[in-house]
């Protein structure tokens, strides 16, 4: 049973159905094979029967069709058919008893002697009609047609003897058939049953060796879409279809779940790594704080110096109200940036401070240096970190502007661009090439740049160095959303939305190097 067993679970999946489906229609075939030969052979006894009363009764009904013809003829009076109708009666009576032939094979030993004898007494019956149909008077008819009357009385008796027997005989040929059919219906009742259950125990093994497999593997297929990967793996039982799929379908589940494991262990991982970053970002937070309110804490000494000796040169030449501007001014200075209590602020006060540290440079230096601030009004009330544009105009005027004798110009814009808020720090100074060692750049500007561009990364900003010898130095900052993934570099073919007149000043930067 189990060499069975193993043998069709290795056949293929068509193999299985043919060999069943085979299996059924041969038990319906044998049941309807059987049927139609019960049916045969019941319309075949019952045409036999049939066909002998049909014999019998048609020879009498023509027989007394003929003698009603004779009536006819014979009378005084005829009818001009009279001997037409008469003579076809008796070849239509002749082609009847022509079917009402003795048979020793088939008919008894009293049919066969009844239609012997309606045989001879049909050929002298036929002998005096041929007398009688040679006479051309109707007086001459009376002798003949009595003879005629009397023997159509006998073979009208051995007609009724020979319909009676065959009625006999007929009743109990029905009898037999009965019976035939009876127990034929019991072996159909039989057959029927044995088709049922044969075609059961089909369905049977069709469900268990190819329904079952596939419901199976469609339930664990529907385990793994719900997220279940611990399910056990499926019942592999045989090198079928359905066999390989199972296989392979327990494969793939194992490397799904090894792999949902692996991707835990990973998240887990990753998530301790975050937290480590999150702790280091904090920390890099705290010390560019720190490394802030140390740059707020430094005071320029040359730039101190300078502005003092300024007021005192100009004191000596006005009364008051020059130098009490100048010093108003470099207050407001020295008080904003030793604030160290706030870390953001608006950018109007940014610019406001701007505006107190260029009228203190433009009373030192003269017309050898202006400042051009276009603000947008709108933007005064955004939020920025505090201490953002005068270290970039400081670093204009110290690297940038210092060798020229005159025609220094600084250019401040601040508008909305695409990706945010927008300033842009200009001057036309001597400018630097990236990557060359000026000694221009000293430590204080790259202390300041690069602490800018910190706090601008931290706060999701970005700061960004555009330069090339001869032609000056641009400065931009970007804040708010979008600032970490700055588009085209600015100068190199790539567009800024600009506020209305702003396109000169873009202009007159266009080419220029980017530093890093």
Not at 449 to 455: C, M
């Amino acid at each position: 049973m189990n060499i069975v067993r193993q043998k069709w679970y290795s056949i293929s999946i068509r193999a299985k159905v043919v060999v069943l489906a085979g299996i059924v229609l041969i038990s319906l075939w044998a049941l309807v094979a059987l049927v139609m030969l019960r049916l045969h052979t019941f319309s075949s006894q019952s045409a036999i029967i049939m066909n002998e009363y049909m014999d019998i009764t048609g020879f009498m009904d023509a027989f007394s069709a003929e003698n009603v013809c004779l009536e006819v003829y014979v009378r005084e009076i005829q009818p001009p058919e009279a001997r037409e109708n008469y003579l076809a009666s008796i070849q239509e009576t002749d082609r009847l008893l022509r079917e009402l032939q003795p048979s020793w094979q088939t008919d008894q030993q009293s049919e066969y002697a009844l239609k012997r004898a309606i045989h001879n007494a049909m050929e002298h019956y036929r002998a005096s009609q041929h007398s009688l149909l040679a006479v051309k008077e109707t007086g001459g008819m009376i002798l003949p047609y009595l003879s005629l009357r009397s023997q159509a009385a006998y073979i009208d008796g051995y007609s009724r003897d020979l319909l009676h027997g065959r009625m006999v005989q007929g009743g109990s040929q029905w009898r037999d058939i009965t019976a035939s059919n009876a127990r034929s219906e019991q072996h159909f009742v039989l057959l029927m049953a044995a088709t049922t259950v044969l075609t059961l125990l089909v369905l049977l093994v069709f469900t268990r060796s190819i329904l079952k497999p596939l419901t199976d593997l469609g339930r664990a297929a529907g385990e793994i879409s719900k997220g279940r990967y611990d399910a056990p793996p499926l019942a592999v039982h045989g090198g079928d279809e359905i066999g390989r799929t199972a296989q392979s379908f327990n494969l793939m589940q194992t490397e799904i779940r090894r792999t949902i494991h692996a991707l835990e262990r990973e998240a887990e991982m990753e998530k301790s790594l975050r937290e480590k970053e999150s702790e280091a970002a904090q920390m890099q937070r705290r010390l560019q704080e720190r490394r802030f309110a140390q740059l707020q804490s430094q005071i320029n000494p040359h730039f101190l110096f300078n502005t003092l000796n300024t007021i005192a040169a100009l004191a000596q030449e006005e009364s008051a109200p020059l130098s009490e501007e100048l010093i108003l001014r470099l207050s407001r200075f020295f008080r904003y940036s030793l604030e160290s209590d706030e870390k953001l602020v608006s950018l109007g006060r940014e610019i406001q401070l701007l505006r107190d540290y260029m009228e203190l440079q433009e009373t030192r230096y003269g017309d050898r240096i202006t400042m051009e601030i276009q603000a947008d009004p709108a933007l005064n009330e955004l939020v920025v970190p505090k201490f953002i544009l005068q270290p970039l105009v400081e670093n204009a005027i110290l690297h940038g502007l210092r060798t020229r004798s005159g025609g220094g110009q600084i250019r401040v814009r601040t508008y909305k661009g695409r990706l945010g808020l927008t300033v842009m720090v200009t001057d036309n100074g001597c400018g630097f090439r990236p990557g060359s060692s000026d000694p221009a750049l000293g430590q204080k500007r790259s202390v300041g740049l690069d602490n800018i561009r910190e706090r601008m990364e931290l706060s999701g900003g970005r700061l960004d160095v555009f330069s090339r010898p001869g032609l000056g130095t641009a400065v931009r900052i970007i804040l708010g959303e979008g600032a970490g993934a700055l588009g085209q570099d600015f100068g190199s073919g790539g567009r800024t939305q600009e506020p209305p007149g702003a396109g000169q000043q873009t202009a007159e930067h266009t080419g220029r190097e980017r530093v890093d």
